[in-house]
């Protein structure tokens, strides 16, 4: 065999073996996060509504008290974060009552009639009842806001449907009927789309157990949720359970959560690489 054969058996091999090594290491599980944390750019982050000096492993995340609620980020999880600093808005279906400030909490009151602001309200500023003028999840407006000086009124909201999942997908602003209620919450996908001439809401069926999905606007099948899970099986018409593969390991159960099934171990790579190399060397 000549020396330029071996040469170039030798690169290909190296190449290779680089390129298994890069897509392991885009594979590595997400960190090991706490309850009530996700995995954010490889760190873990309080959910929304926690706070907390450290989310990742021996860390905690706890929940915002008396209705307050705190976005997800650097404002929530940190260690000079506090409670007063992190949980200075009011939960989905609150509004302000009483302003907060550096040292106190917001007053947040229920909006009532399952209704909610668009969006979580900063506590900074004292707000109507009116500003109450959005549903929560899961319901559509079957009257709006009253925003008339002397009568105000939050927005009156039904639920979707008997089955769950369902909810307008975007917040509705006009009062309408079940229809309205055109996609399926996350952790949900969609077996039939919603019905604007019988006014019938989308029907949901709920990801299995230890996956998840974002919020669905479109006919789909089992294979639109994934398992938490980086090493699980792909979900789809043959796979409608996470597991691992190997039948002794369990999938992670929460996102960012403990490791479950392990990655294609190196030794499994190697022994392919030398499987190769012989091959090139024998031709
Ligand atoms: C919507 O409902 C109407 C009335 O029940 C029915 O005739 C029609 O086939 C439905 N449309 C779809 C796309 O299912």
């Known amino acids: 065999m000549n020396k330029q054969l071996i040469i170039l058996s030798l690169l290909l091999i190296a190449s290779f073996t680089t390129a298994q090594g890069q897509q392991q290491q885009q594979q590595q599980p997400p960190p090991n996060c706490v309850q009530n944390a996700s995995p954010q750019q490889g760190n873990c982050v309080c959910n929304p509504g926690y706070w907390g000096t450290n989310a990742n492993h021996g860390g905690s995340c706890t929940q915002c008290t008396s209705n307050t609620w705190s976005a997800p980020g650097a404002t929530n999880t940190g260690p000079s974060v506090t409670a007063v600093s992190a949980c200075s808005a009011c939960a989905p279906g609150y509004y302000v009552t009483v302003q907060g400030s550096s040292s106190t909490s917001p007053t947040c009151t229920p909006c009532g009639t399952n209704s909610s602001p668009a969006q979580p309200q900063a506590g900074s500023s004292v707000q109507k009842v009116s500003s109450c003028n959005s549903c929560m999840p899961g319901y559509y407006m079957t009257q709006t806001a009253n925003t008339a000086t002397g009568s105000e009124a939050a927005a009156q909201c039904s639920a979707c449907d008997k089955s769950a999942g369902a909810t307008p997908s975007a917040p509705p602003q006009a009062v309408g009927d079940l229809s309205q209620c055109d996609a399926c919450q996350p952790g949900y996908f969609m077996t039939t789309a919603a019905n604007v001439s019988s006014k019938a809401a989308a029907i949901c069926s709920k990801c ?67 499987a190769i190399i012989s091959f090139i060397v024998l031709i």
């Open 208 to 274: 299995p157990s230890n996956s998840g999905s974002q919020q669905q606007t479109k006919v789909g099948d089992v294979s639109v949720c994934k398992c938490f899970d980086p090493f699980a099986l792909p979900l789809g018409a043959g796979q409608q359970t996470c597991a691992c593969k190997s039948s002794s390991e369990t999938p992670m159960q929460a996102p960012g959560g403990a490791a479950g099934c392990s990655a294609p171990s190196f030794g499994q790579l190697i022994s392919l690489s030398l």
